[in-house]
């Protein structure tokens, strides 16, 4: 059995998480197939709410998976699909079959998903989110009623260390931490100077929480540029597409496992961040090949 | 000022389909500053649907008028009670409050509307209005800096920009549009009242207006 | 004007394409007589409206001829007439008249033989859907 | 009041041979509201006109319909014959059966030739009379800016009797002018022009100048301008009948076009003309100049003017020697052909580039080194000072005060925009002219003919006894007004504003004098509260109709 993510936080020095990404569709052989690779390779899973807005099988179903298989799950929370009461009974939930990490996220926009006619909820923010967490965990739920049996869960939230302009996340940011966090998961990153500068500006906020460096992995200069376009909060440098580029056809996918790889080298000799998010959207099988070439 | 924008003719035809004569009613108000059911739109939307008929060999006989204000019922009845008894059915080219206005006073008629409400807002060019306010019941603007997040950001997000925001401090969905957010803190900045955006937010009573809204004066 | 009638209704800006219809007709330089030409101050003076009501009215095309572009008397006449006809042809599109039965000409005082082509070619394009 | 339309035809000395008039006369008398139908055969002549005269003083009509050659040439005379005959011009409606119809078709063209005066006659069924009313209007002139070409205006402007109030953001008038040593071939130099002006202006009775004064504000229309003026503390609000802009330009060494910072060697025109003035003062004579010329593509005749004149100066004076780089020389105003002959003459010696010169300095001296084109290799000249190329901008203050005034800039950002009818010094709103430098493409010869050219439109405009308007002609129905400020922005003249009227209600008003009768308001307004008397919506729409009726 793994060990809870919240020690694992406390006792590594360099945390490792990735996806398990839900399917579209009823059927749970793929992902279990993707969690049994997995569980014992990181110190959690974390299991994307509808990612890109785009419907799947539930996140919290996802996570009773990797419970089944003995991994430890981190449960997603978007604001976009569900309003304040069905958070608090998800949570409740949740957290009563063991799953008791949670990341708390706004939520991409309807517009990018492939629903793009639904009413998006966005009754809480990510910021609200969280509070609402800290809520439960004290016992009451956020009308100020007791619970008949409490929760404990540990937070987790999000970060662009590459926004454009970066004042107003930080702002966003500051209220995260001010509500309290155990972890935070960020966008992809691929520029480590701006990574360092983000770093700075978080240690003088907070020293609690623990930072896992978000790595996407790229398939692709096209991809790369793609993603550039449409996926939001996602920012490939230019350098890097050409790099892609460069590599000889069909190899594009293993340039990028070498770049993720040569990424998270960095990160971990350099102590930049307490650890990384491998995030292979879709290609969960390569992720223990990121790994390698990362000499995790 | 309510903004509206004509329902493309396809649409229109498919509502007027089996009626022969019909009257066409236009508004001198927010429709008319907004270009969509002026006196003028009226005169191009009834052109349009005579030569649509005519193109198809049935006849389509339209009577023309202008309310000074849809929404108001004496102005309704004193501009259309005669021309109603004339027709089967009536088309307003007035925003939804028109429409249903015309269909209230006159119930035996079938009222079909020309136009799509489409928000409050104000001209940003000639010709080219952009939402302002989404009628919350609930207003914050005073610590917003005058930019309403809960319609010009997408997401209706109240303490600070999501992690979408694209290059330039622009908007997830639109690369075109400003992140609400990014332009508040810029006032705010230059206000020298960034605090209060720092300031966390409780989750907003999105019942402040309990729906459909009523509003009564003090000495109604 | 009855459905079969062929008549093109031409709005002609005084300042510039009024005097082209003059110049080619010192010239006896002769085109399409179904041509009737409504003298307007400027271009920008038509609107949707004046043109979807020439339609309806059973012009089979309509031209709508102005300075050309930067030479408007009035700045802005000419290339807000070019947008107007613009959605004036959608509007036509949607009633199923399409086939480029009104246009947007923009003519220098002294170019008849533009003038007769364009007039020749709104004949032409309407004798064609005519025989259809 | 019952609608009496009398016609004529004119059949053009009986040359109109492929109209059959009588057929037409038979068919229009048919009409209703038809008082008769007379043909002639020539309306423009004594004859034609001495029969219609008579013709109308007899019938009682209150229309009148001409078939005849084109509006362009007998529009005018007939309008004329009816306000004598104390019937309103507006009450006429013309068929042009002659150019537009018998000269332009093959073969019998009665039956067009009947279309187009059954489309007359509909439209004059809607004719309205416009009235014309002599209405006050203010004869002072706002000129801003007190440089040459301003002063030169305020003096014009008080010879043709207009008064002017001269307003310059300077302490001191003068502007630019100093700043030019000589011009070759003229005896007066610059400076003595100068102060000959400011010695004219002082002594004139008509002209007020305010120094260090700026215009903050301006409302109103031609014939009533309201401009606030603001000079240090004190605000002044004064009227105005007309404005004329000579605020002139401004010259800069742009960065990207030089790679080199301006410094001892690197020197500007105008540091090379205090060279010129004093040569007795410098320690050493530079014993070779260089200038560059025209390095960004686009060049104004500015830097050639100065250039080709100082360095005639330099070659009088210095005698140094003297080479100007350029990558294209536009000599095609007023004597600069013969300026560059001189020059050349004088041992200028003119070298050709395509790509931007290399600039560098070498043990104190500037080194130039370009690509002769002509030549066709690489030239290097080592020159004591070098006299950079500066770019003519348009002056701080010109964008704000454009938007004030809702007046447009063209592409460079100078006054008055690109479009061929506002040359030489028209904006488009009417009574606000441009003179001089500020209007981007400088050239002296003309600037003196830009200024007698705005000041005599506004001498037409503002010095008669009675300036007569077409009252009303555009107008705005108060009642259907809704104020959505659509008009305002469409106008290209700047001539519609919003005022209170009786009801306090807010509603647009045309004012008749500033508006051109383009008609695009009328088009525009969504409310259809416009009304254009002549080419008003029903009226088009009557001619529409009139378009292959069947008799």
């Known amino acids: 059995m793994a060990i809870h993510f919240r020690e694992a936080l406390k006792t590594k020095d360099f945390t490792v998480t990735t996806e398990a990404g839900p399917v579209k569709g009823a059927s749970t052989e793929k992902m279990q197939g993707h969690i049994e690779l997995l569980k014992d390779r990181v110190d959690a899973l974390n299991v994307t709410d509808n990612q890109s807005s785009v419907m799947r099988y539930p996140s919290l179903g996802t996570c009773l998976l990797v419970k089944e298989h003995g991994g430890e799950p981190i449960l997603q929370i978007t604001c976009r699909d569900r309003n304040r009461l069905a958070i608090q009974a998800d949570l409740l939930f949740a957290y009563s079959r063991g799953v008791d990490n949670v990341l708390c996220l706004t939520g991409d926009s309807i517009d990018v998903g492939d629903h793009k006619e639904a009413k998006p909820v966005f009754d809480l923010d990510s910021a609200q989110l969280i509070h609402l967490v800290h809520t439960l965990n004290s016992g009451k739920d956020m009308a100020g009623n007791e619970l008949d049996g409490g929760v404990d869960f540990c937070i987790g939230a999000s970060a662009t260390p590459s926004a454009d302009p970066i004042e107003p996340q930080l702002v966003k940011f500051q209220k995260k931490l001010d509500a309290g966090v155990d972890f935070i998961q960020t966008q992809a990153v691929y520029d480590l100077e701006e990574l360092k500068r983000f770093m700075e500006r978080t240690r003088k906020m907070d020293e609690k929480a623990k930072i896992l460096a978000g790595i996407v992995l790229l398939v692709g200069a096209k991809m790369a540029a793609f993603m550039n376009e449409n996926v939001p909060g996602i920012f490939v440098p230019q350098y890097l597409i050409d790099e892609l580029a460069q590599a000889p056809k069909g190899t594009g996918l293993s340039k990028g496992i070498e770049i993720a790889g040569r990424l998270i080298r960095q990160i971990r000799e350099e102590r930049i961040c307490d650890g990384v998010h491998i995030m292979a959207i879709g290609r969960e099988e390569r992720v223990p090949e990121i790994l390698e070439a990362a000499g995790l | ?220 | 004007m009855n459905r079969e009638d062929n008549k093109i209704v031409a709005f002609c800006c005084e300042h510039s394409a009024y005097q082209v219809a003059d110049k080619a007709g010192r010239m006896r330089l002769h085109y399409p007589d179904n041509v009737r030409i409504i003298r307007v101050p400027c271009a920008g003076r038509v609107d949707v409206q004046h043109i979807l009501k020439a339609f309806e009215k059973g012009a089979a095309g309509v031209l709508v001829m102005g300075c050309q572009e930067g030479a408007c008397q009035h700045l802005t006449g000419n290339t807000r007439a070019k947008k107007r006809v613009k959605y004036a042809e959608d509007l036509l599109k949607e009633v199923g008249i399409d086939g480029g039965r009104v246009k947007m000409v923009n003519l220098a005082p002294d170019m008849a033989q533009r003038f007769i082509r364009e007039v020749k070619e709104m004949a032409e394009k309407i004798e064609g859907e005519m025989r259809r | 009041m019952q609608v009496r339309i009398g016609i004529f035809l004119c059949d053009c000395g009986e040359s109109l041979k492929n109209i059959d008039f009588s057929r037409i006369r038979g068919d229009l008398q048919r009409l209703e509201d038809i008082a008769f139908v007379d043909i002639s055969h020539n309306l423009c002549l004594e004859e034609g006109v001495k029969a219609m005269t008579s013709r109308i003083l007899a019938e009682n009509i209150n229309r009148v319909v001409i078939g005849a050659c084109s509006p362009e040439l007998c529009e005018h005379s007939f309008s004329r014959l009816l306000k004598g005959l104390r019937l309103n011009p507006s009450l006429l409606s013309l068929a042009n059966i002659r150019e537009q119809c018998s000269w332009a078709h093959e073969g019998d063209v009665t039956g067009k030739a009947l279309e187009l005066m059954r489309m007359a006659v509909n439209k004059a069924r809607f004719l309205q009379p416009v009235e014309k009313k002599d209405i006050p209007v203010n004869k002072e002139v706002l000129v801003v800016g007190g440089g040459f070409s301003g002063m030169r205006s305020a003096l014009e402007l008080s010879r043709l009797g207009l008064r002017t109030t001269l307003v310059e953001r300077e302490s001191v008038s003068g502007g630019k002018l100093g700043e030019f040593e000589s011009f070759h071939g003229i005896e007066t130099t610059p400076e003595e022009m100068l102060s000959s002006t400011r010695k004219a202006v002082k002594e004139n009775a008509d002209i007020k100048v305010l120094t260090s004064a700026e215009v903050t504000r301006v409302e109103g229309q031609v014939g009533d301008f309201t401009a606030s003026i603001g000079r240090g503390e004190e605000k002044v609000s004064q009227s105005f009948g007309a404005i004329i802009f000579a605020t002139g330009y401004m010259t800069k060494i742009l960065p990207q076009d030089f790679q080199l910072k301006p410094d001892v060697n690197i020197i500007s025109q105008r540091k090379l003309v205090e060279m010129l003035q004093a040569p007795g003062k410098l320690e050493r004579r530079p014993g070779t100049i260089g200038f560059v010329l025209d390095v960004s593509d686009e060049n104004s005749r500015l830097p050639i003017l100065s250039t080709l004149n100082n360095a005639l100066a330099v070659k009088e004076r210095l005698g140094s020697e003297v080479y100007v780089f350029c990558k294209s020389l536009k000599v095609d105003s007023e004597g600069v052909e013969k300026l560059y002959r001189e020059a050349r003459e004088r041992g200028v010696v003119f070298l050709k580039f395509e790509e931007k010169p290399r600039i560098s300095k070498e043990d104190g001296r500037v080194k130039v080194e370009a690509r002769d084109v002509l030549l066709g290799e690489e030239v290097t000249l080592l020159c004591d000072s070098l006299v950079a190329e500066e770019k003519v901008l348009p002056p701080e203050g010109t964008e704000a005060l454009s938007s004030l005034l809702n007046i447009g800039t063209d592409s460079a950002g100078f006054y008055q925009d690109e479009n061929v009818h506002l040359y030489p010094v028209a904006s488009e709103r009417k009574g606000i002219f441009f003179v001089g430098g500020c209007k981007g493409d400088l050239d002296f010869t003309r600037t003196l003919a830009d200024i007698s050219s705005a000041t005599m439109s506004i001498y037409k405009l503002l010095s008669p006894e009675k300036v007569i308007v077409e009252v009303e002609k555009v107008k705005v129905e108060p009642e259907k007004c809704r104020a959505c400020l659509t008009c305002v922005r469409v106008c290209p003249h700047g001539a519609i504003q919003m005022v209170r009227v009786d009801t306090e209600k807010e509603v647009a008003k045309i004012y008749d004098l500033a508006c051109d009768g383009c008609g695009i308001c009328a088009a525009i307004c969504p409310a259809k509260a416009i009304r254009f008397e002549g080419y008003a919506d029903e009226q088009i729409l009557a001619e529409v109709e009139a378009i292959g009726e069947s008799l």
Do not use: H
């Not at chain 2, 929404?71 to 409050?97: F, P, Y």
């Open chain 2, 1 to 220: 000022m309510i903004i509206a924008e004509r329902k493309p003719l396809e649409e229109i035809k498919s509502m007027l389909s089996g009626y022969k004569k019909i009257l066409l009613v236009g508004c001198r108000t927010c429709v008319t500053i907004c270009w969509a059911g002026g006196e003028k739109e009226v005169g191009i939307l009834s052109s349009q649907l005579k030569l649509a008929s005519s193109g198809e060999g049935n006849e389509l006989s339209i009577l023309e008028a202008t309310v000074e204000r849809q929404c108001e019922k004496e102005m309704v009845i004193e501009e259309l009670r005669d021309k109603v008894q004339e027709v089967e059915a009536i088309l307003s080219m007035g925003c939804g409050v028109g429409v249903q206005t015309i269909a209230e006073i006159f119930e035996e008629k079938p009222v079909f509307p020309a136009l799509n409400t489409t928000f409050i807002g104000m001209p940003e060019a000639e010709g080219v209005w952009v939402e302002k306010c989404g009628t919350c019941g609930d207003c914050m603007l005073y610590w917003t800096g005058g930019i309403c997040p809960v319609v010009r950001c997408a997401k209706g997000l109240l303490n600070g920009p999501c992690g979408g925001t694209r290059k330039g401090g622009k908007c997830e969905i639109d690369p075109e549009k400003d992140c609400a957010w990014v332009l508040i803190y810029r006032r705010l900045e230059k206000q020298g009242r960034l605090d209060l955006m720092r300031k966390y937010y409780e989750p907003k009573n999105y019942r402040a207006v309990k729906r459909p809204g009523r509003v009564e004066a003090a000495t109604a």
